[in-house]
């Protein structure tokens, strides 16, 4: 499956971003999806990941209440909306899959999913 993510940007703290990923290729609603980001000199970091029906979803910590992960099977799209950004928040976002049709759970690890975008800069000044 081919991703690309988009809707990156500069904005204020305390602005609010949508990011978008569209699949194509394979059938998307196989596909749990998940949300990255990788700060300059840091490792890969879990963001937000959503099961392949949209059932489930999962935050990280440092991003929950704050940001939300969804799909649109119909328009292979997942996305991430978010708010109240945090000059910490600054990364490039990457979109992934893992081929999970049917699983209740989702993935954290960055090495377990198959297919990844190309990523998306988000910055926020203070």
């Known amino acids: 499956v081919q991703l690309q993510a988009s809707g990156g940007g500069e904005v204020q703290a305390g602005g609010s971003l949508r990011l978008s990923c569209a699949a194509s290729?394979?059938?998307?609603?196989?596909?749990?999806m998940g949300w990255f980001r990788q700060a300059p000199g840091k490792e890969r970091d879990f963001v937000a990941a959503?099961?392949?029906?949209?059932?489930?979803?999962g935050y990280a910590d440092s991003v929950k209440g704050r940001f939300t992960i969804s799909r649109d099977n119909a328009k292979n799209t997942v996305y991430l909306e978010m708010n109240s950004l945090k000059p910490e928040d600054t990364a490039v976002y990457y979109c992934?899959?893992?081929?999970?049709?049917?699983?209740?759970?989702?993935?954290?690890?960055?090495?377990?999913?198959?297919?990844w975008g190309q990523g998306t800069q988000v910055t926020v000044s203070s």
């Open positions: 290729g394979r059938t998307f609603s196989n596909y749990a």
């Open positions: 992934a899959a893992d081929r999970a049709y049917g699983r209740t759970y989702y993935k954290i690890e960055a090495e377990l999913y198959e297919y």
């Open positions: 959503i099961t392949w029906n949209g059932g489930i979803t």
